[in-house]
């Protein structure tokens, strides 16, 4: 479950974020759209502690994000837009090393890494240096290490990019089946036939504010009002003053 | 016109960052002004006493000065030398930005050329600095005129370390030549022999030793010209030259000067034309080749059931135990760690090993303190090299994955500590063993004592340099541990988790300020020393009670800005780590 109270952040005079407020409740997979620039990744980065709010809070699975970090960070995966690894550990040690960070027991976390490994698809090239990959590679293995202790929520800023047509099919399987096990799952995109085929809610943000939020079923009425087609809301709510 | 245009946008590059307007950097440039403003200071007047301390109070005379300066040149050549060799190989053969070039319309050469330029202007700049500033301490003593600080910077100085880069990147260019055909780890053991055996062979060939005998014979006129006692091989190198240069100046020979000065620019100007055909020949075929290097590192360091395979259990806590794993994979699998580090390691042997077995038969008090300053100095200074290279970046070397930290449940403060305490347990452990070792002289005496020179017996040494040595075993991890704070500390507030290299953060903006600051400490703890030494070694020679009472104010001296600089530097170091990321 997450809860986003008031939440904004200011960079100098510059506001990316501005009082969003958003609840996500177990078992739910959101899907977070807005054009470039407009406060997704910031948002992201705040509920995942690599920012810090300039105001509101963050509760994710009951925990404070500010007040107790450890505790909240324990219970969430998160896959950055940008899947930087440690170029010098292969995918497999990358894995086991997010584990550890995780807290995961020994012998729990072997069976975890042999399972995030199946489910992705990883065994051909698992124990070659991350440096050596592409950038669906990391990707994947990203995905891995988010998925290894079982989180009940999974955070993932832009989980398309760089992904070939299979490796986009394995990822988006995965993504249902962790749905499908109960974890709420809060996913940016820019991909709109990905949102419209996985998530039960959208939310919309454009320059930093929540524009639209509802769910899947009563976006269609929204498509009605145009030509049927989520890219002409998206495009109608987002468009510029001046346009 | 390419070379140019390239030059012009790196250019733009550079003062786009160094001209950033915000709070930050504004009090960063300007806490560097004052620090780098100090120093420059500091280094002038450090060289100025020396200087007037080495010639009016031990009376070494002109010769001897210039001889040592020569030695001290030859150490800081081969410094650059192999510092230029090991970050030109990441510079030439591991950044995003030669790959980038190779497919772009540039052509090789100029590639090779902009990376080498690039390479020596960004690491060299705060040398000049230093060195002009000790030039500015030795030509006041000397009064020497304006046209000496022109003709020693940009005749002497620039030339002579141009050089010494020249001679590094030609050595990179034909080992990774041979890399093609010979295992590449086999040619970093040659290399790292082969300068082993030289420096071995300069100090054996120039003893100092030798060198203070035989000038001391005709003391009180040691200031005359001794050209007669220097080997022909020391006569060919360039650090021969510059403290030639030096000599003749003061003693006003300028054929001589022009002579030496002749010589070393052409040579530098000869080399550099050298290097620029070898590079035209070479680069592109020596760059592909390390493609090849790279993926023969993979294979070989795997090192699958070891007890740092992260499959194996640990005692510690999962946390502490995969970040222990993950560094030193890190550190293992990256050429330019573990190369650097086995350089400075062989270094380190060499020097312990000729100070283990000094001869300490000094007769005043003075000359004994001043041989044992220069020694507990120089290893502080090597600790504090070792603490720079490898300390300062390790923050930094968390790079953009610095995001798998942040997000998940250790605290950045947890992997700062065991971070440093990597650091700091293997420096404290070399600084105690550097510590006994250079004090084997004063505590272990030997005497011949039959007819046969090979028989020797111990001495029993006095109390008073037992007490200086323990008191230097005891204080030397004590500043072990403050400098290892410092320089972690600051390059935890300095951390760039874009640089990948980490000899290139190692020598950043915020390095060189760390580097001046820990100096200014070393200055601090030499003026400090250089009291109890003299008394010991006074009431050693003399007989005479030590002075208790100067021991504890020096101890404590010591101790208290020690600890002042532990702690901020931890405060400040670990405060950074809570900036957004």
Redesign the interface.
């Known amino acids: 479950m997450i809860e986003l109270t008031n939440l904004t952040k200011a960079f100098g005079s510059f506001v990316a974020v501005n009082d969003v407020s958003l609840s996500i409740p177990s078992g739910e997979f959101f899907g977070f759209l807005g054009p470039n620039g407009a406060g997704k990744t910031t948002t992201i980065?705040m509920m995942?502690?690599?920012?810090?709010p300039t105001s509101g809070r963050i509760v994710i699975n009951g925990f404070d994000v500010e007040k107790q970090?450890?505790?909240a960070?324990?219970t969430f995966g998160?896959i950055?837009d940008?899947p930087?690894?440690?170029?010098?550990?292969t995918g497999?040690?990358f894995i086991?090393?997010?584990?550890?960070?995780?807290?995961?027991?020994?012998n729990d976390?072997?069976e975890n890494v042999d399972r995030v490994i199946d489910l992705l698809e990883l065994a051909s090239w698992i124990d070659?240096?991350t440096e050596?990959y592409s950038q669906g590679m990391r990707q994947r293995v990203t995905f891995a290490?988010a998925f290894v202790h079982k989180p009940k929520t999974i955070i993932i800023d832009e989980p398309m990019v760089g992904l070939d047509p299979r490796s986009a099919r394995i990822v988006k399987d995965s993504l249902k089946k962790q749905a499908h096990e109960g974890a709420s799952i809060f996913m940016s995109t820019h991909i709109l036939e990905m949102a419209e085929e996985l998530c039960d809610r959208i939310g919309i943000i454009n320059k930093s504010k929540i524009i639209f939020l509802d769910t899947r079923e009563n976006l269609h009425l929204h498509k009605t009002k145009y030509d049927g087609n989520l890219e002409s809301v998206f495009l109608e709510l987002t468009k510029e003053e001046n346009e | 016109m390419t070379f140019l245009h390239i030059l012009w946008f790196k250019n733009i590059m550079f003062w786009k960052v160094s001209t950033k307007r915000d709070v930050g950097m504004v009090i960063r440039n300007l806490g560097s002004f004052i620090v780098f403003g100090s120093f420059a200071i500091g280094a002038f007047y450090f060289s100025n006493f020396i200087t007037a301390y080495l010639l009016e109070n031990v009376r070494i005379g002109l010769f001897l000065f210039h001889r040592f300066i020569g030695m001290l040149l030859f150490v800081f050549f081969i410094t650059i030398n192999l510092g230029n060799m090991v970050v030109s190989f990441s510079t030439l053969y591991r950044t995003p930005e030669v790959d980038f070039l190779l497919t772009s319309p540039v052509s090789y050469l100029n590639i090779f050329v902009i990376k080498f330029l690039d390479n020596f202007f960004y690491s060299s700049g705060t040398l000049f600095m230093v060195g002009f500033s000790l030039l500015l301490g030795y030509g006041f003593y000397f009064n020497l005129p304006w046209h000496f600080y022109i003709l020693m910077m940009f005749g002497v100085l620039i030339p002579f370390m141009f050089l010494a880069a020249c001679i590094a990147v030609i050595v990179l260019l034909l080992l990774m030549k041979l890399a093609s055909v010979v295992n590449f780890r086999l040619l970093v053991g040659g290399i790292v022999l082969f300068y082993i055996a030289q420096i071995y062979f300069y100090f054996q060939v120039s003893s100092p030793v030798n060198m203070v005998r035989e000038v001391m014979k005709y003391y009180p006129y040691v200031d005359l010209y001794f050209g007669t006692l220097d080997p022909t091989a020391v006569k060919v190198l360039p650090n021969f030259w510059v403290s030639e240069i030096m000599y003749f100046y003061v003693t006003k020979n300028f054929t001589a000067v022009t002579g030496y000065t002749s010589l070393l620019v052409l040579s530098t100007l000869g080399l550099f034309i050298f290097t620029l055909a070898i590079a035209d020949g070479i680069f592109y075929s020596t760059w592909i080749t390390s493609l090849s290097i790279k993926s023969l590192t993979?294979k070989s360091l795997q090192l699958k059931n070891s007890i740092f395979s992260?499959?194996r259990?640990?005692f510690f806590?999962?946390?502490v135990?995969?970040?222990l794993?993950?560094e030193f994979?890190?550190f293992i699998?990256?050429p330019s760690q573990w190369i650097h580090f086995a350089v400075m390691m062989a270094l380190l042997l060499i020097f312990l090993s000729s100070v283990s077995t000094l001869n300490i038969k000094l007769q005043t008090p003075e000359l004994k303190a001043v041989v044992y300053l220069v020694v507990f100095i120089f290893n502080i200074f090597l600790i504090n090299s070792l603490a720079l290279r490898f300390g300062f970046p390790m923050m930094s070397l968390e790079?953009?994955?610095f995001?798998?930290?942040?997000?998940?449940?250790?605290?950045a403060a947890k992997v700062y500590w065991i971070k440093f305490a990597i650091v700091v347990i293997f420096l404290v452990a070399l600084s105690i063993i550097i510590s006994w070792l250079s004090n084997i002289p004063y505590l272990y005496m030997q005497k011949v004592t039959g007819e046969q020179p090979w028989i020797y017996s111990f001495i029993e040494p006095s109390d008073t340099v037992k007490i200086l040595s323990y008191f230097s075993m005891i204080v030397t991890p004590l500043i072990t541990i403050t400098l290892v704070s410092l320089n972690f500390g600051l390059g935890s507030v300095y951390s760039n988790f874009i640089e990948?290299n980490p000899i290139r953060i190692a020598s950043s903006q915020g390095a060189t300020m760390t580097f001046l600051l820990s100096v200014v400490y070393l200055v601090f703890l030499l003026a400090l020393y250089y009291f109890p030494a003299t008394m010991l070694f006074t009431a050693e020679m003399k007989d005479l009670q030590p002075d208790w009472h100067m021991l504890r104010i020096v101890f404590f001296a010591i101790c208290i800005p020690s600890a002042a600089i532990i702690a901020i530097s931890h405060v400040v170091g670990l405060h950074s780590l809570?900036r957004?990321?």
């Open positions: 980065k995942t502690g690599l920012f810090t970090p450890q505790e960070k324990a998160y950055p940008h930087y690894l440690y170029d010098k550990l497999r040690e086991y090393y997010m584990g550890g960070l995780y807290r995961m027991e020994k976390l072997k070659k240096k050596d290490s | 993979v992260f499959g259990p640990s806590s999962p946390q135990e995969v970040m794993k993950k994979w890190q699998r990256e790079g953009s994955a995001w798998t930290i942040r997000s998940t449940p250790i605290t990948k809570k957004d990321y």
